[in-house]
């Protein structure tokens, strides 16, 4: 069962628009949520994150948005650049009330930046 | 400052074999996660080490093993090998694992092609 969904499988954008890249999840006991970025032949790296209590957070050309009572999660590039094409993973911690560092993670959009 | 390093890059071992996998943490870091990732996906969490011990542990057949060594490095080990084990497996580390917001800087990867 997968609980946390990144429906879409890809995305493409021309350079200088917004990209807007979705993910959902089901199980409410996610308390925090992180978005990676991954390269070809390379690990994911960590890109930003949001706690539960919070609705939104920017870390410069990026914003992530949380819907809690939707179970849903947005990240916003602006403005994209061809830099930003990679595969980006939604994921999720599940707050068990011990400390981890266990994500769940979507299957992941390919995003392609057009120049 | 050195990153995750994870040996060998790339494997191929064929049904019935089993292999160990190698991870070394960040210098300092005393936190490793290890996950699959296979097409269509995502990243599946295996297990997690700190200070030598198992905190967690996701839902893998006991084929697969792992361990933490007094030097926080990590090997992982899958025994009687199937095709669907072909996947790459990363390594990820973080200094304390204490909050979930403690950064997990991913390695490279290790390739592993099941014949």
């Known amino acids: 069962d997968q609980q946390v969904k990144q429906n879409s499988p890809s995305l493409s954008v021309q350079e200088g628009r917004i990209s807007i890249l979705n993910c959902d999840y089901t199980n409410s006991m996610f308390d925090y949520f992180l978005w990676y970025k991954k390269y070809p032949a390379e690990g994911p790296t960590f890109l930003i994150s949001i706690s539960s209590i919070k609705d939104k957070n920017e870390d410069g050309r990026f914003t992530v948005f949380l819907n809690k009572s939707a179970k849903h999660l947005s990240l916003h590039i602006v403005p994209s650049q061809p830099g930003d094409s990679a595969v980006y993973f939604c994921a999720a911690s599940p707050n068990y009330g011990g400390a981890t560092n266990k994500l769940i993670f979507g299957t992941g959009t390919l995003l392609a930046v057009q120049p | 400052k050195a990153g995750v390093t994870q040996t060998p890059r790339y494997l191929i071992k064929t049904r019935g074999q089993q292999v160990t996998l190698s991870c070394s943490p960040i210098s300092g870091h005393r936190s490793v996660s290890w996950y699959q990732q296979t097409p269509g996906q995502g990243l599946q969490f295996l297990f997690e080490?700190?200070?030598?011990?198992?905190?967690n542990k996701g839902n893998f057949p006991g084929r697969f093993s792992g361990r933490q060594f007094s030097n926080s490095r990590s090997e992982m080990n899958v025994s009687t090998l199937e095709l669907g084990d072909s996947a790459l497996y990363l390594c990820?580390?973080?200094?304390?694992?204490?909050?979930?917001?403690?950064?997990?800087?991913f390695g490279p990867g290790t390739r592993l092609t099941v014949l």
């Open positions: 080490y700190f200070s030598e011990t198992q905190r």
């Open positions: 990820a580390s973080s200094f304390l694992a204490a909050k979930v917001t403690d950064t997990q800087y």
